[in-house]
């Protein structure tokens, strides 16, 4: 064993800008320490595949973690993607484990149960009190933290600005009162200290590859640490990492992908990366759910297939949620995650959505068609509604996925109505196609998939002239209150709005756009 104890600080959505302003704490912490500023994260930046990366040595085309699975999912105790908890527990039955996570989901989607970790949650104010405490009373063989602060304020302010730097500059004081407490206890002495972050930001998000969103900081000091800057690395190394620490480098799993990089301990020079496992490939029945982000025809777009149609809203979500046709004012619901799309970006809501502050169904007419990729939800997230969901019989309407189904919900606060059909059996395999006509003449929901043909759903007779409006917005991603708790995992892509339902001839319009 070459230390007798690792920390693990990890300040989310803190990216590199460590570095742009003022850290006296770690600065002091590292000054003789191993650093680096162009550590890569995971793609896409988002925080269950880039958590999971840090703690599983493994890239999440492998361990495939969203936000939505590790909030609903408790990780596998027995599958071929162990974390480094589970290697360690393995290996030293003995030893001391906790984790202190912010974010909870990282405790139970990302580290297994049962394997006698103390875990925690708590914001980060109250979180670092309680590591406090517990490094009183406790000597730990692995310590890991999650402090979420820094990317609330990314979020909310925008990375970079005064606001997101403002709170790394309150989290470098928790990280000095963990020290301080480390220091006091003599665990520093035989400690590796580590401080990184899962991703950075780009405006008020991330979920893409800039470079603000895809490089972190990575720092580490202790005993043996090589001061200077640290070789090539991906956050995924940070497992290998831990495990070299301990002596336990000959007890990482085959399945990982990770990797000591140069420049991190005295004398140690990274070797080949590792082959590791690959997840098991799941061949869709359509061709295009495995379609690969290409740029947008030049010249055109998916409004100008219908020029004598009433436009309501076109959102391309290529980096902002903006109406392309400046019909529609937006605004962010939460957190959005940019991602590769169908033609450039895709908005990912998983933990937030988009308001359309101007559209009012009312009692007329209207489509949504769009592109989305999803996983199988483990509940009825809305993709579209202005709603309270909590409730199916509250006024407002609420387009969601349960079970399976895309379906049509709607109230006027005495009469509801469910008008769904049953999506494509491998539709959680990459991207769909989706086009949903809210046809008030005919009283009835029409439903394509893939571009196929239109399959209907009739509404109840009573709701037939009754205004699908509320005193709530029209929110993307979420229902009309925009605090739904059943989350949609899901990107969102080419999001067109028409006042008319259309019709099969429609369909094929966009089918020869998209897909030729």
């Known amino acids: ?9 990890g300040v989310d959505g803190a990216g590199t800008f460590f570095r742009n302003t003022d850290t006296p704490n770690l600065d002091a912490i590292f000054e003789n320490g191993a650093v680096s500023y162009d550590v890569l994260t995971s793609n896409p930046t988002i925080s269950a595949e880039c958590w999971g990366s840090m703690l599983l040595g493994i890239t999440p085309d492998v361990h495939g973690l969203t936000n939505s699975i590790v909030s609903a999912v408790p990780y596998p105790t027995d599958g071929p993607f162990p974390s480094v908890f589970r290697v360690i527990r393995g290996a030293m039955p003995d030893a001391e484990l906790a984790a202190f996570s912010h974010w909870s989901p990282i405790n139970r989607g990302i580290i297994e149960e049962g394997l006698g970790v103390v875990k925690d949650t708590a914001a980060d104010e109250e979180l670092t009190d309680k590591i406090c405490a517990y490094l009183e009373e406790n000597s730990p063989t692995f310590l890991f933290v999650q402090f979420d602060d820094v990317d609330g304020a990314g979020h909310s302010h925008g990375y970079g600005t005064e606001g997101h730097l403002k709170q790394i500059r309150v989290t470098d004081g928790y990280i000095k009162k963990i020290w301080d407490v480390c220091e006091k206890r003599g665990f520093l002495e035989d400690g590796l200290f580590i401080v990184t972050a899962d991703h950075g930001g780009f405006d008020h998000g991330h979920g893409g590859w800039t470079d603000g969103e895809k490089y972190v900081m990575f720092a580490v000091a202790g005993k043996t640490v090589q001061p200077g800057t640290i070789g090539e690395m991906g956050i995924r190394d940070t497992a290998s990492i831990v495990l070299y620490a301990l002596g336990l480098e000959d007890k990482q799993p085959a399945s990982w992908t990770s990797r000591v990089p140069s420049g991190v301990f005295q004398g140690v020079e990274a070797g080949e990366r590792p082959a590791g496992m690959k997840r098991p490939e799941i061949k869709p029945e359509v061709p295009h759910r495995l379609h690969e982000t290409v740029s947008a025809p030049e010249g055109t777009s998916a409004a100008a297939l219908f020029p004598d149609d009433p436009i309501l809203s076109y959102l391309p979500f290529d980096g902002d949620i903006a109406d392309a046709c400046g019909k529609t004012g937006t605004e962010r ?7 590769d799309g169908w033609f450039g970006a895709a908005v990912e809501v998983q933990d937030g959505g988009v308001t359309l502050k101007d559209f009012e169904p009312g009692t007329g007419s209207f489509t949504a068609a769009f592109w989305i990729k999803t996983d199988k939800p483990s509940s009825d997230p809305v993709i579209l509604g202005n709603k309270d969901w909590r409730g199916g019989g509250n006024p407002g309407f609420a387009l969601n996925i349960t079970g399976g189904m895309i379906s049509f919900n709607v109230s006027d606060g005495a009469h509801r109505s469910d008008a769904g059909v049953l999506m494509p059996k491998d539709y ?16 009835e929901v029409r439903f394509s998939f893939d571009f196929g043909p239109m399959q209907a759903a009739k509404l109840r007779d009573e709701l037939k002239g009754a205004s699908f409006s509320t005193d709530m917005p029209v929110n993307i991603g979420q229902d009309g209150t925009g605090t739904y708790g059943a989350k949609l995992p899901a990107a969102l892509d080419e999001f067109l709005l028409i006042g008319r339902a259309l019709t099969d001839a429609d369909v094929e319009k966009l089918k020869a756009y998209y897909i030729g």
């Open 1 to 9: 064993m070459r230390y007798k104890h690792v920390f693990l600080i």
């Open 333 to 339: 619901v939460g957190k959005l995650y940019f991602v």
């Open 428 to 443: 959680a395999t990459g991207w769909m196609y989706a086009v949903v006509s809210v046809d008030r003449d005919a009283n």
